[in-house]
């Protein structure tokens, strides 16, 4: 999957290595490191930190789903280079959602290695806690990665593509749903409010470089196979962990209050 992935040239080790081989090997430092579990830096104090600490990073091969890529883009003409496009929109990048959804990233921006929180606006009064590692930056595209319980299994890169005289502004996830619940959800609720995210973000992103137009979208099913090996992964479900962290709310102020009110007669 990255660089260091990639076959031996076959070199002698007492050769200089080729241009390609050097060219291949370039973007090292644009990769997050590998990693057997999540950590999570300091939490501002307004953001829900669940389901990401600890877990591990799921792609499309331990999702359970059908996978499934999608292309979202719109056309910003010739309004801004693709690098000035990615450098705005990696500074930026909670800026341009959808209302109600927070992201909490490090303050320098988009970075290969990074862990980001995420508190997602879902129907009724509850906010989905997730989260997501940062694979992969460089000056043209970015790249996530979702963490077990997350809602999909696998990856989500955000570019620049140049057509023509034409930029766009492209975020293309490839993923699977992560288990047998969101696979259900899916066809029901999940397509439409993914869908509704990515389009306004668009069209955040072209209000912001001075461009009204329209999203556009394409879907491909890769593999219509579930892969029912992993319809463990229920386990992790972010969504029913969301649910029984926010119904557990009262109770914690009620801890909270006594814990205070004991301190004061202690004291």
């Given at each position: 999957m990255t660089?260091?992935d990639k076959?031996?040239?076959g070199?002698?080790?007492?050769?200089?290595?080729?241009?390609?081989?050097?060219?291949?090997?370039?973007?090292?430092?644009?990769?997050?490191k590998?990693?057997s579990?999540?950590?999570?830096?300091?939490?501002?104090?307004?953001?829900?930190?669940?389901?990401?600490?600890?877990?591990?990073v799921?792609?499309?091969?331990q999702?359970f789903?059908?996978?499934?890529?999608?292309?979202?883009?719109?056309?910003?003409?010739?309004?801004?280079?693709?690098?000035?496009?990615?450098?705005e929109?990696?500074?930026?990048f909670?800026?341009?959602w959808?209302?109600?959804?927070?992201?909490?990233g490090?303050?320098?921006?988009i970075?290969?290695?990074?862990?980001a929180l995420?508190?997602l606006?879902?129907?009724?009064r509850?906010k989905?806690?997730t989260?997501?590692?940062?694979?992969?930056?460089?000056?043209?595209?970015?790249?996530?990665?979702?963490?077990?319980?997350?809602g999909?299994?696998g990856?989500?890169t955000?570019?620049?593509?140049?057509e023509?005289?034409?930029?766009?502004?492209?975020?293309?996830?490839l993923f699977?749903?992560n288990?047998?619940?969101?696979?259900?959800?899916?066809?029901i609720m999940?397509?439409r409010?993914e869908?509704?995210?990515?389009?306004?973000?668009?069209?955040?992103?072209?209000?912001?470089?001075?461009?009204?137009?329209?999203?556009?979208q394409?879907?491909?099913?890769?593999?219509?196979?579930?892969?029912?090996r992993?319809?463990?992964?229920?386990?992790?479900n972010?969504?029913i962990?969301?649910?029984?962290?926010?119904?557990?709310?009262?109770?914690?102020?009620?801890?909270?209050?006594?814990?205070?009110?004991?301190g004061?007669k202690?004291?």
């Amino acid at each position: 999957m990255t660089s260091s992935d990639k076959p031996d040239d076959g070199q002698p080790v007492n050769e200089e290595p080729t241009v390609e081989a050097v060219e291949r090997r370039s973007d090292l430092e644009n990769w997050a490191k590998v990693v057997s579990a999540l950590e999570v830096g300091e939490v501002p104090a307004d953001a829900i930190n669940l389901n990401v600490a600890g877990r591990r990073v799921t792609g499309p091969q331990q999702g359970f789903g059908r996978l499934w890529r999608k292309t979202y883009r719109i056309n910003l003409g010739s309004a801004v280079p693709p690098t000035e496009l990615v450098a705005e929109w990696k500074q930026r990048f909670p800026e341009f959602w959808p209302p109600g959804n927070r992201f909490f990233g490090a303050l320098t921006g988009i970075a290969p290695g990074e862990v980001a929180l995420l508190n997602l606006k879902v129907p009724g009064r509850l906010k989905l806690s997730t989260g997501v590692l940062v694979i992969y930056a460089d000056e043209e595209s970015f790249t996530f990665m979702t963490p077990a319980g997350h809602g999909y299994a696998g990856f989500i890169t955000f570019s620049g593509v140049v057509e023509g005289d034409n930029i766009f502004a492209q975020v293309q996830p490839l993923f699977r749903a992560n288990d047998p619940i969101y696979e259900i959800g899916m066809p029901i609720m999940m397509n439409r409010m993914e869908d509704k995210f990515w389009h306004q973000t668009l069209r955040n992103i072209g209000t912001h470089f001075g461009v009204d137009a329209q999203p556009q979208q394409h879907n491909v099913c890769l593999d219509k196979r579930r892969q029912w090996r992993n319809w463990r992964n229920v386990w992790h479900n972010a969504f029913i962990r969301s649910i029984i962290y926010t119904l557990g709310t009262p109770f914690r102020w009620a801890a909270r209050t006594t814990r205070r009110i004991t301190g004061r007669k202690d004291s």
